[in-house]
């Protein structure tokens, strides 16, 4: 189990990271252009499709490390957010965003959290949200270890 558990936690970490360097080159490229929308290419695709692969890989290696670490009951914290990103996930792939040109909807992630940029702020704190029992559980811990040293 202790093998799961570090599987988990170097998969989060590289997620996270991942994550962050998506929002620091979207953000990053956005400052630069002076506008969202003049952002220039490749940094913001590139800082789009990073973001949106953090997203993805934090959702699913933050709910194997809430269910792999001894948190007890407070994994149940992380049923709520789990359900919205796959929601969140299944609602892109299956109708997309639609166009108001010709053809279907958008179903590209990148392309439809650009186009909506406060959909990124709201897909960061849910998927961020399923880790909460792990942040609660460590300090929860720490309390105790401080609590204790006294």
């Not at 934090?58 to 407070?74: D, K, R, S, Y």
């Not at 958008?106 to 792990?134: G, N, R």
């Amino acid at each position: 189990m202790e093998r799961v558990r570090w599987i988990c936690r170097v998969g989060l970490g590289i997620s996270l990271l991942t994550l962050a360097v998506g929002v620091l080159m979207v953000v990053a490229a956005a400052v630069i252009a002076g506008d969202w929308w003049l952002a220039r290419q490749p940094w913001i695709g590139l800082g789009l499709d990073l973001l949106v692969l953090g997203l993805a890989l934090t959702a699913v290696f933050g709910l194997m490390a809430v269910i792999a670490e001894p948190v007890g009951w407070l994994r149940l914290l992380a049923v709520p957010p789990a359900l919205m990103v796959g929601l969140l996930w299944w609602g892109v792939w299956v109708f997309g965003l639609p166009t108001t040109g010709r053809g279907g909807s958008v179903h590209d992630v990148a392309t439809i959290l650009y186009t909506l940029p406060y959909a990124i702020v709201i897909a960061l704190l849910v998927t961020l949200s399923i880790l909460s029992p792990l942040l609660i559980a460590y300090l929860l811990g720490r309390r105790r270890r401080q609590l204790g040293a006294h």
